[in-house]
Nanobody
Framework: VQLQASGGGLVQAGDSLRLSCAAS????????MAWYRQGPGKEREFVAA????????KYSDSVKGRFTISRDKAKKTVDLQMNDLKHEDTAEYYC?????????????WGQGTLVTVSS
């Protein structure tokens, strides 16, 4: 499975941004999709996940209520709508895919897309 993330950029606090991840290749192996992020000087952390077939979602506490993950089965894309962005959301955002629909175990990773939120 190949993953291509896009949509990052420089925004101001309070703004919105939408990230997109396009999956290609053996996409039947991608039963769960997720977004992770790694801020400057920080470890990579989980942001949100969605099960591909049943669309069950999961969010980290830090983004719950502000971010929404969604998927388009026909386009094979997973989006992350980010609202009310905060400076602490600044990070490289990574798209990931896993074989297990109900586990946060990911075998496939895309390159990152940088989100910078100015305060």
């Amino acid at each position: 499975v190949q993953l291509q993330a896009s949509g990052g950029g420089l925004v101001q606090a309070g703004d919105s941004l939408r990230l997109s991840c396009a999956a290609s290749g053996r996409t039947e192996m991608a039963n769960r999709m997720a977004w992770y992020r790694q801020g400057p000087g920080k470890e990579r952390e989980f942001v949100a996940a969605i099960s591909w077939n049943v669309a069950v979602t999961k969010y980290s506490d830090s983004v719950k209520g502000r971010f929404t993950i969604s998927r388009d089965k026909a386009k094979k894309t997973v989006d992350l709508q980010m609202n009310d962005l905060k400076h602490e959301d600044t990070a490289e955002y990574y798209c990931a895919a896993g074989r297990l629909w109900n586990r946060d175990v990911y075998q496939f990773w895309g390159q990152g897309t940088l989100v910078t939120v100015s305060s």
